[in-house]
């Protein structure tokens, strides 16, 4: 909850459509009471693709009172997963409000709103680099949290730290994110990376009636099928990165965390630096498993 006791007002900007965790994340996100979810934004490569799958995950969770913002395009990805599952649908015939300049949208929100507004980034961060540039006063008015880099370890827990695919991709948005002056908070490969939901914990998940799960889980077949890994799809989840994310814009309960100065590299790499830009920085867990339980229960409420 927020200072005031309300739900903490959040946008979420993703690249949704990519790695399968982004969709899984969507869907904590509108599971959790703890969020008042003001807009969701589609970041990088073909951001109509993605724009489309956050309005139809909003439609199967009954959320169309969230408005959908379309990010700036960049031609940088060539691979759309999830394309099969929006196929056929409809932008336009979203029933709740889509913004074609969702930079903007993010922007007004942030300027417009009464209370600080969280501003959850599971993804490379283009949208955020432009709206700096085109209003730097939202990191007056807004905290970061994000899921970036790889600061002690490396992808699966490996000790050589790597370039995480979020900072390397739009690594000078990136750049510009890292050093705005605004609260930040990040789970970097470190803790996130770790995260994978198996036996009964995932049977939990994948047996779950419900519309938002439902959803998530056709998307997951679809996106295994493309990864050439369908049988996964009875066994476990993938690495669940972006979960931990929204985790950390309602809660720190469950992971250690650091005050670390962190510098952006020209090449992607997330380094510790006394004299860069300090934030928080989830370095490890108190207690993994309790926080799967958590976003097993948290997905697989009424």
Known sequence: MSQ???PVPVILDTDIGGDIDDTWALAMMLKSPELDVKLVVSDSGDTTYRAKIIARMLEAAGRTDIPVGVGTAHDTYRQYPQQPWVAD???????????GDGV???????MESPEPVTLVCIGPVPNIGEALDREPRIAEKARFVGMHGSVFKGYGG?????AECNVLNHTSACQKAFTAPWDMTITPVDTCGLVVLQGEKYRKVRECSDP???AVMENYRIWLGHTGNAAQFEVRSSTLFDTVAIYLA??????????????VTDDGYTVVDANAKHMRVA???????AFEDFLVERLTRG
């Open 4 to 6: 005031s006791g309300n």
């Open 89 to 99: 649908y409809d932008l336009a015939a979203f029933p709740g409000t889509v913004h």
């Open 104 to 110: 903007g949208a993010l922007i007004e929100t942030i």
């Open 158 to 162: 490996a000790p050589q730290i790597s």
């Open 212 to 214: 938002a799960v439902r």
């Open 250 to 263: 309602f809660s720190e309960e469950l992971l250690e965390m650091r005050e670390l100065g962190i510098r």
């Open 283 to 289: 370095v490890d867990w108190k207690n993994l498993a």
